[in-house]
């Protein structure tokens, strides 16, 4: 088990405020002590997840799955040169996977993990709906074992309109009009840091939440796993 220390998040919420080049070159030893935080925490979670998914390996290397945290600008009006957070995407390909993945995305606010396929492309995406088509009490079912573990589907990409071939009167409607087929959950910092080099317990509202590092995402993870497994045996039942 791996914690996120309180010095990665500390690096993370003073780049938020100094975001640019020079100070980043004066901070690049806490960049790369973050980062490699970050990337044992993440190759740990690989470790875990080889256990429970068939399809992950415990030779992926978690260099592979992290993004960069330089920002490509070219064509954005937000001309700041780096993200605020870490993020990586977990697959047999890494962060290039063309289908269901493992996300992960550190802040100094918040982490936030999904589950999916973000954008499939045109024949996995007409897959994906002919299977919520045919088995669409199965999709459902997957459903609600998540809420109650404050995993949510995602609805921000959808379409206003039923996709071609499906009437507005079909039962599963609001989820054949997803783009994206993902589920998300927000992670409590607490549940993940380690401060002062041990385990320790933080009160968060009402609640007392004891660090758990990357056990708790793998957990989280776990729960998600009939989901991606539906989109993967989707996507492949035509093959």
């Known amino acids: 088990m791996i ?4 010095d990665t998040y500390a ?6 405020k100094h975001n640019e080049r020079t100070w980043f070159q004066d901070n690049r030893v806490r960049y790369e002590a973050a980062l490699h935080n970050v990337r044992a925490f993440v190759q740990d979670i690989i ?3 080889s256990a429970i998914d068939p399809r992950i390996d415990s030779t992926i290397s978690a260099q592979k799955c992290l993004f960069r945290i ?3 600008t070219r064509f954005s009006l937000d001309k700041t040169p780096y993200k605020t957070h870490f993020s990586a995407g977990i697959s047999v390909n890494g962060r290039k996977l063309f289908g269901p993945e493992y996300y992960l995305q550190i802040s100094a606010e918040e982490v936030f993990i999904a589950c999916g396929y973000w ?3 045109k024949d996995h995406l007409r897959l994906i709906r ?9 999709f459902q079912a997957l459903l609600p074992p998540l809420a109650k573990a404050d995993i949510i589907l995602s609805q921000e990409d959808i379409l206003k309109r039923p996709p071609v071939g499906y009437t507005i009167a079909h039962e599963a409607l609001a989820y054949l009009k997803l783009k994206s ?5 927000k992670v409590p910092i607490a549940a993940l840091i380690q401060a002062q080099g041990s385990n320790y317990i933080q009160a968060q509202g009402s609640n007392y939440i004891q660090a ?7 957990d989280a993870y776990k729960q998600m796993l009939p989901f991606k497994q539906f989109l993967e045996e989707a996507i492949e039942g035509d093959s």
């Open 212 to 218: 758990q590092g990357s056990d708790y995402i793998v």
């Open 11 to 16: 690096f993370l919420a003073d780049l938020k």
């Open 70 to 72: 330089y920002r490509d």
């Open 130 to 138: 002919q299977e919520i088509d045919y088995n669409s009490a199965t």
């Open 47 to 49: 470790y875990s997840l």
């Open 119 to 121: 954008r499939p492309e």
């Open 181 to 185: 087929f993902v589920v998300q959950k």
């Open 3 to 6: 914690h996120i220390n309180s």
